[in-house]
């Protein structure tokens, strides 16, 4: 059975962070080890999925936004701090503080702007030191720590290599909102609504289009393969999160 279904981006945003979660290693990292979910509107997203909580304001669990057309920095008054998960319960540490602390089998979940055709990411930065994944990148790769990146298809670009080359031959002389760079995520395992499918059905995932108008810009059309039961299965979960609402500015 073949069947063919359109999502907004927040509905994508549900369905990764789903779709996240069903990863083994997350499943096993929630039973057993730790899990630091880091900022991000997606994330915001896998952290409800994770805990069973509500974050009502999704732009106040991101410091860089894409709005209004320019790069910003997120102005919401609703803070939500990103969470680190110890064996299933959510703990009152900063996340870097327990950054020394990360060992082999925890998890370390970051947001991306950019996905290309080889799974390759890349998130981009204004704060000189590197932001997040510049705190943290150093400690993942020497540890060997799981780096997992929820990110949707509307963020796929044609070359992440090439732009952070580009990005780097000169610094940003001029912007429309805040200057920023582009770092790219290496090895990371890369979540996007296709990895979601495929990891909660035994279906076979692809894009064949994406954008829209009047609230679905950055919609991906999506098609899924596989036996009757399991694209029905599929097809009446993705129909409970249509009408998850917009991200909006508050």
């Not at 994508?12 to 039973?31: C, M």
Request: hydrophobic share 40%.
């Amino acid at each position: 059975m073949k069947a063919l279904v359109t999502l907004t981006s927040s509905e994508s945003k549900r369905l990764i962070a789903k779709g996240t979660i069903g990863l083994p290693s997350v499943q096993n990292a929630l039973e057993k080890h730790t899990i630091i979910v880091a900022g991000g509107t997606t994330n915001a997203y896998v952290a409800e999925e994770l805990l069973g909580v509500q974050i009502e304001d999704k732009t106040g669990y991101t410091m860089g936004i894409v709005t209004n057309g320019e790069l910003g920095i997120s102005k919401s008054s609703k803070k939500t701090q990103p969470y680190v998960i110890i064996k299933g319960q959510a703990q009152e540490i900063p996340w870097k503080e327990y950054l020394p602390k990360l060992k082999r089998g925890d998890i370390f979940i970051k947001g991306g702007n950019a996905v290309d055709h080889t799974g390759l990411a890349a998130v981009m930065v204004s704060d000189p030191m590197g932001g997040t994944i510049g705190a943290a990148q150093g400690i993942i790769y020497a540890r060997g720590i799981e780096l997992i990146v929820p990110i949707g298809l509307e963020k796929m670009v044609p070359d992440v290599r090439k732009a952070v080359e580009f990005m780097t031959k000169s610094t940003v002389d001029q912007a429309i909102g805040n200057k920023v760079g582009l770092i790219p995520m290496v090895g990371a395992r890369v979540v996007t609504e296709l990895t979601a499918l495929e990891t909660l059905y035994d279906v076979e995932a692809s894009c064949i289009a994406a954008g829209g108008v009047d609230g679905s810009e950055g919609s991906v059309t999506l098609v899924i393969e596989g036996l009757e039961e399991e694209v029905e299965r599929a097809i009446k979960d993705i129909r409970s999160l249509k009408g998850e609402p917009q991200i909006l500015v508050k």
